[in-house]
């Protein structure tokens, strides 16, 4: 099965300060996707990511989120001033075109905001 | 995105088959039916998708009736791993008209017990 891996595996941060949460190694692949999902609720869409490119977001991802794909390879999200609640676990998923239409997610990471 | 609902929760046996029910009623003409299973701390992770009749692999067998507007997810002899939250989710898998994005809710949690 292609795989996903994300770093770091869990963050803890302060308040207010900026987080960069990855996704590697990835290659020769066009469509991305960061997910959140808060302890106990439902995972929830964040943002899509298309040839280099943000196809689609989600009310959730505001002016203080970012991806990237710095080096072509690695995929980041960054949060600029995180705040308390966004402590939750954020996966990174792609997506494989032709049969059927699945998408791969990453383990996770596991930030919390103190 | 047509709406889904499933059971919040369900109890079963070990070595009992499993049917996990969905209700899609607005499903559109281009819509597929997917259901992704997720262990705690982990990310989702694809089970099998449909269009209609029925579809089978090495996990899981889904039933779609001639109307669409429901699927059951049935999974075989159910074992203590098979305890997760399971999830079905309707879409246009169409590339050219979709971001691919996933709108997850709240799911099944399946509890498998001795």
């Known amino acids: 099965e292609p795989e996903v891996t994300q770093t770091p595996s869990h963050q803890v941060t302060q308040m207010g300060q900026e987080v960069i949460l990855r996704c590697v190694p990835i290659?020769?692949?066009?469509?991305f996707y960061w997910y959140r999902q808060i302890l106990g609720q439902k995972v929830e869409f964040l943002v899509s990511?298309?040839?280099?490119?943000?196809?689609?977001k989600s009310e959730i991802f505001d002016d203080q989120f970012s991806v990237e794909r710095p080096d072509g390879s690695n995929f980041t999200l960054k949060i600029r001033s995180t705040k308390l609640e966004d402590s939750a676990m954020y996966f990174c998923?792609?997506?494989?075109?032709?049969?059927?239409?699945?998408?791969?997610f990453g383990p996770g990471t596991r930030l919390t905001v103190l | 995105l047509a709406k889904t609902t499933q059971p919040i929760s369900m109890d079963s046996y070990e070595g009992q088959e499993v049917n996990i029910t969905c209700s899609h009623n607005?499903?559109?003409?281009?819509?597929?039916i997917t259901w992704y299973q997720q262990f705690p701390s982990q990310g989702p992770r694809f089970i099998i998708q449909?269009?209609?009749t029925k579809v089978t692999n090495e996990v899981a067998s889904l039933f779609i009736p001639a109307d669409r507007k429901s699927s059951t997810l049935s999974l075989p002899r159910v074992s203590l791993s098979d305890t997760a939250v399971y999830y079905c989710?309707?879409?246009?898998?169409?590339?050219?008209?979709?971001?691919?994005?996933?709108?997850f809710g709240q799911g099944t949690t399946l509890q498998v017990k001795p």
């Open positions: 290659s020769n692949h066009l469509y």
């Open positions: 607005n499903i559109a003409t281009n819509d597929y």
């Open positions: 989710l309707v879409g246009d898998i169409t590339y050219s008209s979709n971001t691919g994005k996933l709108i």
């Open positions: 449909g269009y209609k």
């Open positions: 990511f298309y040839n280099n490119e943000i196809s689609e």
């Open positions: 998923a792609r997506r494989v075109p032709g049969g059927a239409d699945e998408q791969f």
